[in-house]
Each structure stands twice: as structure tokens, then as C-alpha cells.
């Protein structure tokens, strides 16, 4: 039998959405706000769905530990409280905009896990804004 679990976490971090070969006038056209030069912060809202075939003996397919300790040592501890267009070196060359951001995470977590375990990242910029991948 498959089933999901579903895991939360929170970090802050800040960010520009900005094309360097724009003039700061085109950058502001389409990035509004977004575009300050001295860069914005989120309070980041991170939900991680894990989908696979319970074990009979366990009566679960991974240890809910597993995947908050993963998900604390692999985003948590490398996003948090960082600027991302700085601090993240992969992320650089790379416009930080939440959709790219969650792809981010969930390249980086699928690594972490076993091929049957299938991963959607949900990930809220805010109450209002969220992208998930894959959609």
C-alpha cells in the first residue's frame, strides 16, 4: 500500500530578483519591489510530501526523523538566514525567485533519498505566494 507523509519547516532568507544586463528601470518594471537594490527578506514556509509503499514490520516507509533531519541538515541549516543571491553558490547565476528556489530543494533532497520514494516540495514565500515541484 502507498501513502504520503508530509513534513514542515520554516527558515528566512533574503533575496533580489534582478537581470544584470537590464537597466535598474526594467529590473523595477518587472520584479517591482523585488528588484531593491539593498535586496528583501521572507519568512520561508517549506512542506515536503514524501509518497511510498508502507513496510509491513515498521508500518511505514521512512522514519519521520530520517526526513526531518534531512530536511534540517539540507535546506534549514544552508538557506536559513542567508542572502541567496550571495550566499549560495548554487545558486549564483541564478535568479532566486521561488519557483527556482524550490527546485533548488528538490534537486537537493532527491539526492538524500531512495529512488522509490517519490518527492513534491511545496514552498510558501509568503500566506499568499507558493510554487511546488514537481507541479
Given at each position: 500500500?502507498?501513502?504520503s507523509?508530509?513534513?514542515?519547516?520554516?527558515?528566512n532568507?533574503?533575496h533580489?530578483?534582478?537581470?544584470?544586463?537590464?537597466s535598474?528601470?526594467?529590473?523595477?518594471e518587472?520584479?517591482?519591489k523585488c528588484?531593491?537594490p539593498?535586496?528583501h527578506g521572507h519568512?520561508?514556509?517549506l512542506e515536503?510530501?514524501?509518497?511510498?509503499?508502507i513496510?509491513p514490520?515498521?508500518?511505514y516507509?521512512?522514519?519521520?526523523?530520517t526526513?526531518s533531519?534531512?530536511i534540517k541538515?539540507?535546506?534549514?541549516?544552508v538557506l536559513?538566514h542567508?542572502?541567496?543571491?550571495?550566499?549560495i553558490?548554487?545558486?549564483?547565476?541564478?535568479?532566486p525567485?521561488t519557483?527556482?528556489?524550490v527546485?533548488y530543494?528538490?534537486?537537493t533532497?532527491?539526492?538524500e533519498l531512495?529512488?522509490?520514494?517519490?518527492?513534491?516540495?511545496r514552498?510558501?514565500?509568503?500566506?499568499?505566494?507558493?510554487a511546488?515541484?514537481p507541479?
Amino acid at each position: 500500500m502507498r501513502v504520503s507523509i508530509y513534513r514542515k519547516a520554516h527558515f528566512n532568507a533574503a533575496h533580489r530578483l534582478y537581470v544584470n544586463e537590464w537597466s535598474e528601470e526594467k529590473n523595477w518594471e518587472v520584479f517591482g519591489k523585488c528588484a531593491n537594490p539593498n535586496y528583501h527578506g521572507h519568512n520561508y514556509e517549506l512542506e515536503v510530501k514524501l509518497t511510498g509503499e508502507i513496510d509491513p514490520v515498521t508500518g511505514y516507509f521512512i522514519n519521520l526523523k530520517t526526513v526531518s533531519d534531512l530536511i534540517k541538515v539540507h535546506v534549514e541549516e544552508v538557506l536559513d538566514h542567508k542572502n541567496l543571491n550571495l550566499d549560495i553558490p548554487e545558486l549564483q547565476g541564478i535568479i532566486p525567485s521561488t519557483e527556482n528556489l524550490v527546485y533548488y530543494i528538490w534537486k537537493t533532497l532527491r539526492k538524500e533519498l531512495a529512488d522509490e520514494i517519490e518527492l513534491s516540495v511545496r514552498l510558501w514565500e509568503s500566506p499568499r505566494n507558493s510554487a511546488e515541484y514537481p507541479a
